[in-house]
C-alpha cells in the first residue's frame, strides 16, 4: 500500500471509531529524511482522496503541488525534525480526550497493559491559536520527551513507527480518558498497578519492546 492509501484507510478509520470528526484533525507520513505527506487544508478525514495530500520539506518549507498544506504544517514538521524515529502523526480531537485536555484531570497510565506501554509518556502543551508558529514551537518541544502531547482546549497529537501503532495509542488513550471519566460518575475507585509493577512490565518488555525516548535523539 502507497503512503497516500495508507492515510485514506487512516482517516476513515479514525472516523468510524470516533477517534476524529468533519475536517478536525490532520495526518502526516514521513517520506524521508527531508519530505512528509501531509493532509491538504480543510479536507475531512472519512472523504481524503489521493488529491488530498501535500508533499512538504521539512527543511526547506517547501511544497510539492497545487493544493494548501494543513494550517498545522508547522506542528509536524517540528515533530519530524526533533523526532528522527516518527514516520507518521495524527492530530485529531477525540470526545473524551479533548475533554480531558479542557481540564486538569490527570491521565493515569498504571490502569491496565496497553496504558502502561503507550500513554508511558503524554507531554502538554499550552493553547495557541491553530497553525501558529508558536503552536509548532510548544509541540516540536514537548515532542523531545513523549510521543504524546496533549494540546490544552484542542486535542491531542499522537506519533509513532506505523500507522497502526499510532492508531493504537490514540485509541489506547481514548480508552483511558473514557475509563476514567466514568468512573469518577459512577463513584468506582480505580485501582491503579503499583509503580515497581509498572516499571517490571515495561523493563522485561512483557507487552512489547519499551519505547525509548532518549534513544531517538
Do not use: G, Y
Given at each position: 500500500m502507497n503512503p497516500k492509501n495508507e492515510l485514506i484507510q487512516a482517516g476513515k478509520y479514525l472516523i468510524n471509531h470516533q477517534l476524529a470528526w468533519g475536517t478536525s484533525g490532520n495526518l502526516s507520513m514521513r517520506l524521508d529524511n527531508e519530505h512528509m505527506l501531509i493532509t491538504a487544508s480543510g479536507t475531512k478525514m472519512a472523504q481524503l482522496t489521493e488529491d488530498d495530500f501535500v508533499q512538504w520539506n521539512i527543511q526547506t518549507g517547501e511544497k510539492l503541488g497545487a493544493r494548501k498544506a494543513s494550517k498545522e504544517t508547522p506542528m509536524h514538521s517540528g515533530i519530524y525534525a526533533n523526532r528522527p524515529d516518527a514516520q507518521v502523526i495524527l492530530h485529531s480531537s477525540p470526545f473524551y480526550t479533548t475533554l480531558f485536555a479542557c481540564s486538569n484531570e490527570k491521565i493515569h497510565s498504571e490502569l491496565f497493559i496497553e496504558t502502561m506501554y503507550y500513554l508511558e509518556h503524554i507531554a502538554y502543551a499550552d493553547y495557541f491559536h491553530p497553525g501558529t508558529v508558536e503552536l509548532g514551537q510548544a509541540i516540536a518541544e514537548q515532542a523531545l520527551s513523549a510521543n504524546i502531547i496533549m494540546m490544552r482546549n484542542h486535542g491531542v497529537v499522537v506519533f509513532d513507527d506505523t500507522?497502526?501503532?499510532?492508531?493504537?495509542?490514540?485509541?489506547?488513550?481514548?480508552?483511558?480518558?473514557?475509563?476514567?471519566?466514568?468512573?469518577?460518575?459512577?463513584g468506582v475507585k480505580l485501582t491503579l498497578i503499583p509503580d515497581q509493577v509498572v516499571t517490571s512490565f515495561l523493563d522485561d518488555s512483557r507487552y512489547k519492546p519499551r519505547k525509548k525516548i532518549n534513544s531517538a535523539l
Open positions: 500507522i497502526d501503532d499510532a492508531l493504537m495509542r490514540l485509541e489506547t488513550l481514548e480508552m483511558a480518558c473514557r475509563m476514567i471519566l466514568k468512573a469518577k460518575e459512577a
